[in-house]
């Protein structure tokens, strides 16, 4: 009996720490457990798991006349792979299609080959004709996600925002992507996302431009580092202009400067002109965009048109002009008014979080792709921070931004105040920021109270 306690203790002891060591370093725990066991049943499984699967194709006349003369009968042959590489998340292996064969059969059958290996998932990915990569997922990598770390930011404009469900970064390039529609609605994680965003950028040469008109509630911490702040329609119309004439300005600078010299080069935005002379590039960020639409009057009407317009105007022209549009909202739907749609058709990035109507994952990922919108409406309310995010060329994707507070985001505001640009045409947009007040003196101890013994 002392012999079996001595191995069933240890052997025990094994198993819990696995099990914790699974639910709170599920990295550790793939690279010790995870990928021997799924590298071994791939290994021994491949050719089965293919063949079950249909993504064989018949044996080469060759093989079959081989195999004739051995007696035997010629197997179907699965593609050609790799050997199972290791990734953070889980692993890769590249695959050789054969003659016949197309990336949408192993797409299709993703999921039984997930079962099969007993993966998490299993992701499909064309790297050029005729070759496939296969990735293997681990484990849910969107149940807990830390922020990217830092030599993930490759360049200017360029940051890594939210973890993709297959292992990879969600990197929101500005000069790729331009400009980007974000829908979410209540608690979604859609102001979780901004705020990485925000911090991002506030940590580069780049002038931030808030409109927030909602009296600027969801805005107004990161005021020291923004370069002008819009809180209400009226100065939301002054601002938009102000940033049409930066905008013709910039457009003016690029005829003047560009092909100037010998030396020159011919140039069509402001990436291409110098770097002495190359204004810097400025990011708009419109939150709640329905409440630009809401017209009560006549008035209102006109207003909204308007901003609209401009909205419209820096969205087909900024990206020459380094102006960038960042638009959020709650939801965005054609009943808004006159030129949502149009505007919608500039906005070519699309993150869409947990919305509360099937309209607005339409009116976000319907055009990219309509599978894309059904995986929207299917976010559950208890993951927070989980979203959709398309571009125009159709793929799609779910991610998780890490969560971040908005104490720590204005804290990062705060420190990089002196990273501001000058910008005279928005100087009068800058919004006030209140000094810290200084710590009051310490209350004198208060004098004891006697009270009255009781029994």
């Given at each position: 009996m002392t012999d079996v306690l001595w191995v069933l203790v240890p052997a025990l002891l094994v198993v819990a720490a696995l099990a914790a060591v699974r639910r709170r370093l599920p990295v550790l725990f793939w690279w010790l457990v995870g990928y021997p066991v799924v590298t071994l049943r791939v290994l021994t499984s491949y050719r089965a798991t293919m063949d079950a699967c249909g993504l064989t194709v018949p044996a080469s006349a060759v093989r079959r006349a081989t195999a004739r003369m051995m007696g035997r009968q010629a197997a179907p042959v699965p593609p050609r792979r790799s050997l199972p590489l290791p990734t953070g998340s889980g692993l890769v292996m590249r695959l050789r299609m054969a003659p016949g064969q197309a990336p949408e059969d192993f797409t299709a059958s993703?999921?039984?080959?997930?079962?099969?290996?007993?993966?998490?998932?299993?992701?499909?990915?064309?790297?050029?004709?005729?070759?496939?990569?296969?990735?293997?997922?681990?484990?849910?990598?969107?149940?807990?996600?830390?922020?990217?770390?830092?030599?993930?930011?490759?360049?200017?404009?360029?940051?890594?925002?939210?973890?993709?469900?297959?292992?990879?970064?969600?990197?929101?390039?500005?000069?790729?992507?331009?400009?980007?529609?974000?829908?979410?609605?209540?608690?979604?994680?859609?102001?979780?996302?901004?705020?990485?965003?925000l911090c991002g950028l506030a940590r580069q040469p780049v002038a931030l431009v808030g409109i927030d008109c909602k009296w600027g509630v969801e805005l107004t911490p990161f005021a020291p580092r923004l370069s002008a702040l819009a809180d209400t329609p009226d100065r939301t119309n002054d601002l938009l202009d102000a940033l049409v004439e930066e905008m013709e300005a910039r457009f003016r600078l690029i005829g003047v400067t560009g092909g100037v010299g010998p030396d020159a080069v011919l140039t069509s935005d402001v990436w291409g002109l110098p770097e002495e002379v190359r204004p810097v590039p400025v990011v708009v960020v419109v939150d709640e965009v329905a409440e630009l639409f809401l017209a009560a009057s006549k008035d209102d009407e006109k207003r909204r048109d308007a901003m609209v317009t401009k909205l419209i105007r820096l969205a087909q022209l900024g990206r020459a002009a380094g102006i960038y549009l960042e638009v959020c909202g709650q939801r965005f739907g054609a009943e808004l008014g006159k030129g949502a749609t149009m505007l919608r058709a500039q906005l070519t990035g699309r993150v869409c979080h947990r919305v509360n109507d099937e309209t607005s994952a339409n009116m976000a990922l319907g055009d990219i792709a309509p599978e894309a919108a059904l995986a929207a409406t299917s976010i559950p309310a208890e993951r927070p921070g989980v979203a959709v995010v398309g571009d125009s060329s159709g793929g799609w994707s779910r991610i998780r931004s890490p969560h971040l507070t908005l104490d720590d985001a204005a804290a990062v505001c705060r420190d990089t105040s002196d990273l501001v640009p000058e910008l005279p045409r928005l100087d009068s947009f800058r919004p006030a920021v209140a000094e810290k007040p200084a710590e009051p003196f310490p209350a004198a101890p208060a004098a004891p109270t006697a009270h009255p013994v009781t029994e």
């Open positions: 993703a999921d039984r080959l997930r079962h099969a290996w007993g993966a998490h998932a299993v992701h499909v990915r064309l790297t050029k004709p005729g070759r496939l990569e296969l990735r293997l997922v681990g484990w849910d990598v969107l149940a807990d996600v830390r922020p990217a770390r830092r030599w993930l930011r490759t360049g200017p404009l360029s940051l890594p925002l939210a973890l993709r469900e297959d292992g990879h970064w969600h990197v929101r390039d500005f000069r790729t992507v331009p400009h980007e529609l974000i829908l979410g609605a209540t608690q979604s994680g859609k102001s979780v996302y901004l705020r990485n965003l």
